[in-house]
């Protein structure tokens, strides 16, 4: 008797492992993973600059519908709604990395007292994105650099990202008119002399496949 009992209890126990195996595997198979592709960005001629993407399509990725609904992403990227959403991330990104091009050539130690004081170098404009530690306030982000850490990298491209929110959030357009009180990079301006709209745009469309 004792035999049989230990034998059904066998039994059951194999069965309530094979229900548990097959559940745990239909489930997998109901939500399979899917692989993310990561973006790769025309400046990275230099393997440290990898690392500048990626905290760039992060920070993208946290805010996306404002970035994916703006008004004029058509100037940058013509048939940009028709793109896989990895590739209209690499559109973006490399509105970025023309953005960054144009204002700090692409040099983290950037700096330069552009329309600040001379004496308070908080004032100056520094870093791939030329950011002031006094603009953060005005950002609306939380954001709390100092001086030296916007000369390095991931800071000064999560300052810009909150920069760019605030202007997407208010405006829903990348290249704004020179009037506009959200205007923050004269590079992106319209019907300013040191615009480089052009130029940001044709980097896009020469780099992501498919623009047009």
Same mark, same amino acid.
């Given at each position: 008797?004792?035999?049989?009992?230990?034998?059904?209890?066998?039994?059951?126990?194999?069965?309530?492992?094979?229900?548990?195996?097959?559940?745990?595997?239909?489930?997998?198979?109901?939500?399979?993973?899917?692989?993310?592709?990561?973006?790769?960005?025309?400046?990275?001629?230099?393997?440290?600059?990898?690392?500048?993407?990626?905290?760039?399509?992060?920070?993208?990725?946290?805010?996306?519908?404002?970035?994916?609904?703006?008004?004029?992403?058509?100037?940058?990227?013509?048939?940009?709604?028709?793109?896989?959403?990895?590739?209209?991330? /690499?559109?973006?990104?490399?509105?970025?990395?023309? %953005?960054?091009?144009?204002? #700090?050539?692409? &040099?983290?130690?950037? *700096?330069? !007292?552009?329309?600040?004081?001379?004496?308070?170098?908080?004032?100056?404009?520094?870093?791939?994105?030329?950011?002031?530690?006094?603009?953060?306030?005005?950002?609306?982000?939380?954001?709390?650099?100092?001086?030296?850490?916007?000369?390095?990298?991931?800071?000064?491209?999560?300052?810009?990202?909150?920069?760019?929110?605030?202007?997407?959030?208010?405006?829903?357009?990348?290249?704004?008119?020179?009037?506009? /009180?959200?205007?923050?990079?004269?590079?992106?301006? %319209?019907?300013?002399?040191? #615009?480089?709209? &052009?130029?940001?745009? *044709?980097? !896009?469309?020469?780099?992501?496949?498919?623009?047009?």
């Amino acid at each position: 008797m004792k035999f049989k009992e230990a034998t059904i209890i066998t039994i059951l126990i194999a069965m309530l492992l094979g229900i548990i195996l097959v559940s745990a595997t239909g489930c997998q198979t109901a939500q399979p993973l899917i692989d993310q592709p990561r973006v790769a960005l025309s400046w990275e001629t230099k393997p440290e600059r990898k690392e500048w993407s990626d905290s760039l399509i992060s920070r993208m990725n946290a805010d996306w519908e404002l970035y994916d609904s703006a008004k004029d992403i058509g100037t940058f990227c013509p048939k940009y709604g028709a793109l896989p959403k990895a590739t209209r991330q /690499k559109a973006w990104g490399e509105i970025w990395v023309g %953005l960054a091009y144009h204002e #700090s050539s692409w &040099n983290p130690k950037s *700096a330069s !007292v552009d329309v600040g004081d001379p004496k308070k170098r908080d004032t100056y404009s520094v870093g791939l994105y030329q950011v002031s530690v006094v603009d953060q306030p005005w950002a609306g982000g939380g954001t709390k650099y100092t001086y030296d850490e916007l000369l390095t990298p991931l800071p000064n491209i999560h300052l810009a990202t909150v920069l760019m929110k605030r202007q997407l959030k208010n405006t829903a357009t990348i290249a704004l008119d020179n009037s506009s /009180k959200f205007r923050y990079w004269a590079v992106a301006l %319209l019907r300013n002399k040191f #615009s480089k709209v &052009n130029e940001i745009a *044709a980097r !896009v469309q020469k780099n992501v496949p498919g623009c047009l």
